[in-house]
């Protein structure tokens, strides 16, 4: 098959119309007040919260140091539960603290942590839990409560894959003590770089600021020994834009996981995530698992097989991060100990999704991918037939 000319990603940004932007900017070249609290930052913040149906958000430079500055915020300290199955970020703001990172495995339906591996995995030192709502799939939120509620923990989510989820219309931002979100380039909201931590008290949130910007609670007074974590005219200019168009693009993601479900649906050896029912979703991500033995190709072997006709599908998130250097040493890192986790990582391969993806280009994955594996699954013709059928969900 013809190499495609332009490479496909995993994911390309959502960027609103440029002449847009350009007035934006007049306005910061105008003013000159670039970052620390200005115009756009405070604008940003109130728009974004009530976009996100949260009381008290406070932006932030990324989501890593957001992390990091949640934790600092909870004052947490010994042993934090948390998963092997997500982006390094996630562990390494419990390593910036001098936090030791306790791994407990997944759950095989979301991939997220499993609420029994939680707690079993408690110990004297456990401080608080770190689940992440990975692809942006909620956790199980109230189970995870209770077991927090139980053993006193603090529960901090990183929901940097959850922009806009609900969870029968409750965003699940709501849940937790703290939940951290990353506007990355590579995210459903993007801002260039940034993030956010949403909180549900006013002291919380006011902590917060003054974390992130060097521990100054007034002009010569220091609170805390902050950092400078403080998000930028420009990032937060940009977000109020995204803001007006971020219903559309996530109404366009949803649309091609629709078709790759449709187009992937019944090959054997290929599984992907359904919705959940009650869950507004934002489709940060479309994972599939390949089992080498049904579908008669490693997950790796499709990997370099999409990669050589220019189509870059990523594995997130293999290697675990409990497999690292940093981490492999810990006794919850050992092999054999987290085996649904060992599985995913594996066997997971993200296709590209983004709301400018073409049909023709999600078709061409998919018909890469079948015509790769041992078994094709459907064709075209049928699905097409399916689709006048029945309601489209492409709509
Ligand atoms: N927690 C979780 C669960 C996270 O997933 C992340 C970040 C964090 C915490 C930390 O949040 P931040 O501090 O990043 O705000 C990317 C991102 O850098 C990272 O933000 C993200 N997770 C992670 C899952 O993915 P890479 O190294 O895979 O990105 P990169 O540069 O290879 O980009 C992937 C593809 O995206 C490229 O092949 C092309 C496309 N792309 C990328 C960029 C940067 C573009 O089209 N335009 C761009 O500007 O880590």
Known sequence: MEKFKKPIYVTQPFLPPLEQFQGYLKEIWDSKWLTNQGKFHQEFEKALAEYLGVKYISLFTNGTLAIITALQTLRITGQVITTPFSFVATTHALWWNNIKPVFADIEPTTFNLDPEKIEAAITPNTTAILPVHVYGNPCNVDRIKEIADTYGLKLIYDACHTFGVKINNVPVLNFGDLSVMSFHATKVFTTFEGGAIVCHDEATKKRIDFLKNFGFAGEITVVAPGINAKMNEFQAALGLLQLKYIDEAIEKRKQIAAHYRETLMNVSGLKYLEDIPGVRHCYSYFPILIDKEKFGKTRDEVYEHLKRHNIYGRRYFYPLISQFPAYKGLESAQPGKMTVAERVA??????????????????????????????????????????????????
Do not use: A
């Open 346 to 395: 594996e066997e997971v391969l993200c296709l590209p999704i983004y709301p400018d993806l073409k049909e023709q280009d999600v078709e061409l994955v998919c018909s890469l991918i079948k015509s790769f594996g041992h078994q094709k699954g459907k064709s075209r013709n049928e699905i097409s037939n399916r689709k006048n059928n029945t309601s489209s969900k492409l709509g």
